[in-house]
């Protein structure tokens, strides 16, 4: 079955790098995206990285793929206070008709001054 | 580009009372979502509709959540009795086709049962 996991909590101090992690379940995912949820917002697209791709970089923003250990990471360069939220990952697979998607519990990342 | 539009952002009613949420997609875009999502969880699909047909409704509680798109761009979500359970964010989101690569939010409808 699908299925996403990821850490709960975050901490970092501003300026630093941010790395939430992800593992999936199922080999045949076709997109894999990062969302940022702010408090009482709803969820924005972030990135998103097809399959066949193992790094994407987008600004301050890293995703790296490792297909074999079905595992996903967002390296956030320079975190800011503003970057707090909760960062979820989420994928859509292959067999997956309806292109559904299936998220993570979320990570919540705080940036202290 | 206008983004996804939700209304209303906040409700609060009583058990077995009922609820409607309306959505209004990105322009042009043929596939609606509504997904739930609970206090400190990932969004879960209830419900997705390509153009005004559905194509996956497995995880929607039939007994008391309805939706529909009749004319294939904005839609309703319907809880009907509401339960304490069914308090949560209620998510609304386009992409312009199934599969596709980019999946839009709208600002939720956040429901709160009492």
């Known amino acids: 079955g699908e299925d996403v996991e990821q850490s709960l909590f975050l901490s970092v101090r501003e300026g630093d790098s941010s790395v939430i992690n992800c593992t999936y379940t199922?080999?045949?995912?076709?997109?894999l995206y990062w969302y940022k949820q702010e408090p009482g917002a709803g969820l924005q697209l972030l990135t998103y990285?097809?399959?066949?791709?193992d790094m994407k970089q987008d600004q301050r923003l890293t995703v790296l793929l490792n297909k074999k250990d079905k595992h996903l990471s967002l390296r956030i360069a320079d975190t800011q206070t503003g970057d707090s939220a909760i960062y979820f990952c989420?994928?859509?697979?292959?067999?997956?008709?309806?292109?559904?998607?299936?998220f993570g519990q979320g990570t919540e990342l705080s940036v202290k001054p | 580009e206008a983004g996804v539009a939700q209304s209303p952002r906040y409700k609060i009613i009583e058990k077995r009372q009922s609820v409607a949420f309306w959505c209004n997609p990105i322009?042009?875009?043929?596939?609606l979502y509504w997904y739930q999502q609970i206090l400190g969880q990932g969004p879960k699909l209830l419900i997705q509709?390509?153009?005004?047909?559905?194509?996956?409704d497995s995880q929607l509680p039939k007994d008391r959540f309805s939706a529909e798109r009749l004319k294939g761009v904005d839609s309703t979500l319907k809880i009907q009795p509401a339960k304490l359970e069914d308090s949560a964010v209620y998510l609304c989101?386009?992409?312009?086709?199934?599969?596709?690569?980019?999946?839009?939010f709208g600002e939720g409808s956040w429901l709160t049962v009492v």
């Open positions: 989101a386009s992409s312009f086709n199934r599969g596709g690569n980019t999946i839009y």
């Open positions: 199922d080999s045949s995912s076709t997109y």
């Open positions: 990285i097809f399959s066949n791709m």
């Open positions: 989420a994928e859509v697979s292959a067999g997956n008709q309806g292109g559904k998607l299936i």
């Open positions: 322009s042009g875009h043929a596939t």
């Open positions: 509709f390509q153009n005004n047909g559905v194509v996956d």
